[in-house]
C-alpha cells in the first residue's frame, strides 16, 4: 500500500481544526463587538467563558477538544508512516476517527445534543485505540 495514504486523514484532521477555529471566531467577534462586556470581562478567561452564550461558548470548547485525542492521532500517523505500517486497515480507521470527529464537532458547535455528540467521541476514540493497539502489538511482536 501507498504509505502516504495515511496522509489524507491526517491532512483533513487539521483542516477541521482550521474550520473550527474560523466558526469560533464568525461567533466570537459579533459577540465581542456587541459592546456588552466590559474590557475586564473580556480579558478574563473563566468569566469570559461563563458569560458567553453557549453559541460562542461551544465552539471554544470544541476547539480546545480538537487538541486533545486527536494529539495521539497525529503521533500514531507519523508513527505509522516512519515505520512503514501503513495499511488499509489504518487507514480505514484514520478516516473513521476524522469522520467522526467532524461530526462531533459539527454537533458539540450546533445544537450540542450530548449524548449524540458522547455516541460520535466514543466511535471516532475506538477507532483510535484500535489503531494504537494494533500498532503497539506490531511493534512488540517485531
Not at 487539521?14 to 474590557?39: D, E, K
Request: charged fraction near 10%; proline fraction near 4%; charge should be positive.
Amino acid at each position: 500500500m501507498n504509505q502516504a495514504a495515511i496522509f489524507g486523514p491526517f491532512f483533513a484532521m487539521i483542516a477541521l481544526v482550521f474550520v473550527v477555529w474560523v466558526y469560533m471566531y464568525s461567533r466570537r467577534i459579533p459577540f465581542i463587538l456587541g459592546g456588552t462586556l466590559t474590557q475586564e470581562q473580556m480579558i478574563t478567561p473563566g468569566l469570559f467563558a461563563q458569560l458567553s452564550p453557549l453559541a460562542v461558548n461551544n465552539p471554544s470548547e470544541n476547539l480546545k477538544n480538537l487538541f486533545e485525542m486527536p494529539v495521539l492521532f497525529y503521533a500514531l500517523v507519523l508513527y505509522l508512516f516512519a515505520t512503514s505500517r501503513v495499511d488499509g486497515a489504518y487507514v480505514a480507521a484514520a478516516w473513521i476517527f476524522v469522520a467522526f470527529r467532524a461530526l462531533h464537532s459539527a454537533v458539540h458547535c450546533t445544537f450540542n445534543i450530548v449524548n449524540l455528540r458522547f455516541a460520535l467521541y466514543l466511535i471516532s476514540t475506538l477507532a483510535l485505540v484500535y489503531m494504537a493497539f494494533r500498532a503497539a502489538f506490531a511493534h512488540w511482536a517485531a
